[in-house]
């Protein structure tokens, strides 16, 4: 009976394998332990009871204090993020001002953030994250440097909105984030199953398109989707305020820039090499290098804002060991996108010519 029992219980475990390694994307295949499997699998649920275990936190919320909020101690779905953030903006209006930059494939709306401070160059920073929708870690890295400027300013500390303006959109793909916490953990693409990180506008098309059932098809057609259309409509709009911008992902540990789509190097190579390294010492363990380095990509959003608008635009990829990681590294990951992009709001002027070399 025991070789029986043992028989059964192997055979239930590499089922359950199988199901769960179904639920992962293709380009993601990596060897896994049954333990990690099982994290990819219980993930929502582990921080749903962080939730219940770090409710009520809004009503504690205090400017100077948010980067200590219980807010940061889980991750936290779509609702929860923008009931944050309402509850900061209603004590910060002279300072946050919210705006609806987009919206989903679905109908739903997707929220920028505006910092500002008087006395400023009236200049702007884009940062914007999960466009990936399982990139959880993007989003709370995102949501603690916005929270952590903020700590700076109502503590009177240095900060980049001391030179400009700073908008954040922390979740891009809003209706792909809402799926990977209903079962879909690994989802990558938007509700309409496009890539949004490969929809945008780029000189050079991919030789090899990928079809509808690949995890990086990036669409019909350039900006054929509604997220990245009313981003496009609305950095048009701002083009001569804001002088860079940022793509956040995770988990690679890399800070690319132009190119991805060819190894031609840019007309602002040394440039982008020089704010890369500036980057990387801030960050810590943190690679830099042209994004086709790592490999070719087709339609990234760094490659068509530095040529659509001509201004600096960089991919952080935040680093880790997989899409899913402990709650307990949200300060961490946290702590160093901020302090990158903070390096980036120093190396801008430089780059864009109004600052000192």
């Not at 199988?18 to 649920?45: G, K, M, V, Y």
């Not at 990829?317 to 997989?322: L, P, R, V």
């Not at 709650?327 to 390096?343: F, M, N």
């Amino acid at each position: 009976m025991k070789t029986a029992a043992t028989f059964f219980a192997l055979a239930a475990a590499t089922t359950a394998s199988a199901t769960l390694l179904s639920q992962i994307p293709s380009d993601d295949r990596q060897d896994r332990t049954q333990d990690e499997l099982r994290a990819i699998q219980d993930d929502a649920d582990v921080n749903r009871k962080c939730h219940q275990a770090n409710g009520n936190y809004i009503p504690s919320l205090k400017p100077g204090k948010y980067a200590t909020s219980k807010f940061h101690n889980c991750f936290r779905t779509d609702v929860q993020i923008y009931n944050y953030l309402d509850a900061v903006v209603s004590q910060n209006k002279d300072v946050v001002t919210k705006f609806q930059i987009s919206q989903t494939t679905k109908g739903l709306p997707i929220y920028g953030y505006k910092l500002s401070k008087e006395g400023n160059s009236g200049k702007a920073l884009y940062f914007q994250a999960m466009q990936h929708a399982r990139e959880w870690v993007a989003g709370s890295s995102t949501l603690y440097a916005l929270s952590s400027f903020l700590d700076d300013v109502a503590n009177d500390q240095p900060t980049p909105l001391d030179t400009y303006n700073l908008y954040f959109v922390p979740v891009v793909n809003r209706d792909g984030y809402k799926m990977t916490w209903s079962g879909k953990r690994y989802h990558r693409k938007n509700g309409n199953a496009v890539d949004l990180s490969q929809n945008w506008p780029n000189t050079n098309p991919s030789p090899s398109p990928e079809p509808p059932t690949s995890e990086t098809y990036p669409g019909p057609y350039k900006l054929s989707e509604k997220e990245s259309q009313g981003i496009d409509a609305w950095l048009t709009a701002k083009r001569d305020e804001i002088d860079g911008s940022i793509d956040v992902h995770t988990y690679g540990g890399v800070i690319s820039y132009a190119f991805g789509d060819t190894n031609e190097p840019s007309p602002d190579e040394a440039k982008f090499n020089a704010m890369g390294e500036a980057m990387k010492a801030a960050m810590g363990n943190y690679v830099q290098t042209p994004a086709w380095n790592l490999f070719f990509l087709y339609g990234v959003f760094p490659d068509y804002a530095y040529r659509t608008f001509g201004k600096p635009s960089i991919s952080i990829e935040m680093a880790g060991n997989d899409y899913v990681e402990p709650a307990s590294t949200i300060r961490g990951r946290g702590e160093e996108l901020k302090k990158g992009l903070a390096e980036f709001a120093n190396q801008v002027p430089v780059f864009v010519g109004s600052g000192e070399d």
